[in-house]
């Protein structure tokens, strides 16, 4: 059984830092990791995601050169540095688990769709004030 539990949501400044992670139970391991995030009224959207090994790494555009995700498989946790923080950050972030090679579908395609994904936390606020 997977499950994902997020934290380190809060309240920050534009142009602020900060960082959110997520414990997983399971076989963290084997799966590609995600970051998306949902703003009220809008539809979920990727922002980031991991393979098992951290060889192979996405980005959205909105945040490519702001956003770093990272992975620790010794301690069974996914990260995400969020740096330089715009109001239009603001949002609901949840982790998702997905496939061992789910990155490769994400690469190819460069885009990340919820479905490409099995299993969710249940999110973890971001608010960034101007």
């Known amino acids: 059984q997977v499950r994902l539990v997020e934290s380190g949501g809060g309240s920050v400044q534009a142009g602020g830092s900060l960082r959110i992670s997520c414990k997983v139970t399971?076989?963290?391991?084997?799966?590609?990791m995600a970051w998306f995030r949902q703003a009220p009224g809008k539809e979920r959207e990727g922002v980031a995601a991991?393979?098992?090994?951290?060889?192979?790494?996405f980005y959205s555009e909105p945040v490519k050169g702001r956003f770093t995700i990272s992975r620790d498989n010794d301690k069974n946790i996914l990260y995400l540095q969020m740096d330089t923080l715009k109001p239009e950050d603001t949002a609901t972030y949840y982790c998702?688990?997905?496939?061992?090679?789910?990155?490769?579908?994400?690469?190819?395609?460069?885009?990340?769709?919820?479905?490409?994904?099995?299993?969710w936390g249940q999110g973890t606020q971001v608010t960034v004030s101007s």
């Open positions: 998702a688990a997905g496939g061992t090679f789910m990155l490769t579908t994400i690469r190819a395609r460069e885009e990340m769709k919820v479905d490409d994904f099995f299993a």
């Open positions: 399971g076989n963290f391991y084997a799966y590609s």
């Open positions: 991991i393979s098992p090994r951290s060889d192979f790494i």
